[in-house]
Antibody, heavy 117, light 111 residues
């Protein structure tokens, strides 16, 4: 049973960079795609992007200019960096395992990141 | 790219059947699989239907999924409603560039 756990600062200042890490256990990260999704308070889900274990990435066009997703196979972790954040980036951020047919079959518990002015 | 449109909310009584629609704005609904997630307050989403109509193990057969090419939409049907089914439901698919696309979500109230 794969498990995912997000970690990182819960508070980020506006204009700075949001950085989160997802630690995967119970499965090797050297398979599947691995996605980041976010959910602003009281709103719906937004896909941010994914990374394949080979390092290939694919980003939501609306966020592409600010997003970087990377992977560390030796630590079974993948990471998210979102730069130049504003209050609109305040959200619960989830990491998830992503199949090649787009099915996000396992999710982390999510972590709330608040952007302060 | 395309959008997936869901009703903002639906409500039904316990024991009844409810259907939540998910309409694709452009391109054929059958072109790419649709998945459905349930999200209870304060929890992460979990899958109730994947690949249009498949149920993960542990999901009761009261949950079913289908696609309708004539309306270019996918549907999630929940029969024998229980109060525990009260949650937000999201459909999700992907486009030709493999970008994942979520519907806006539907709040199901079981009253």
């Amino acid at each position: 049973q794969v498990q995912l756990q997000e970690s990182g600062p819960g508070l980020v200042k506006a204009s700075e960079t949001l950085s989160l890490t997802c630690t995967v256990s119970g499965d090797s990260i050297s398979s599947f795609y691995w996605s980041w999704i976010r959910q602003p308070p009281g709103k719906g889900l937004e896909w941010i992007g994914y990374i394949y274990y080979s390092g290939n990435t694919n980003y939501n066009p609306s966020l592409k200019s600010r997003v970087t997703i990377s992977i560390n196979t030796s630590k079974n972790q993948f990471s998210l960096r979102l730069n130049s954040v504003t209050a609109a980036d305040t959200a619960v951020y989830y990491c998830a395992r992503d199949g090649d047919l787009g099915w996000l079959d396992s999710w982390g518990q999510g972590t709330l990141v608040t952007v302060s002015s | 790219n395309f959008m997936l449109t869901q009703p903002h909310s639906v409500s039904e009584s316990p024991g009844k059947t409810v259907t939540i629609s998910c309409t694709r704005s452009s391109g054929r609904i059958a072109s790419n699989y649709v998945h459905w997630y349930q999200q209870r307050p304060g929890s992460s989403p979990t899958t109730v239907i994947y690949e249009d109509n498949q149920r993960p193990s542990g999901v009761p057969d009261r949950f079913s999924g289908s696609i309708d090419s004539s309306s270019n939409s996918a549907s999630l049907t929940i029969s024998g409603l229980k109060t525990e089914d009260e949650a937000d439901y999201y459909c999700q698919s992907y486009d030709s560039s493999n970008h994942r696309v979520f519907g806006g979500g539907t709040k199901l109230t079981v009253l």
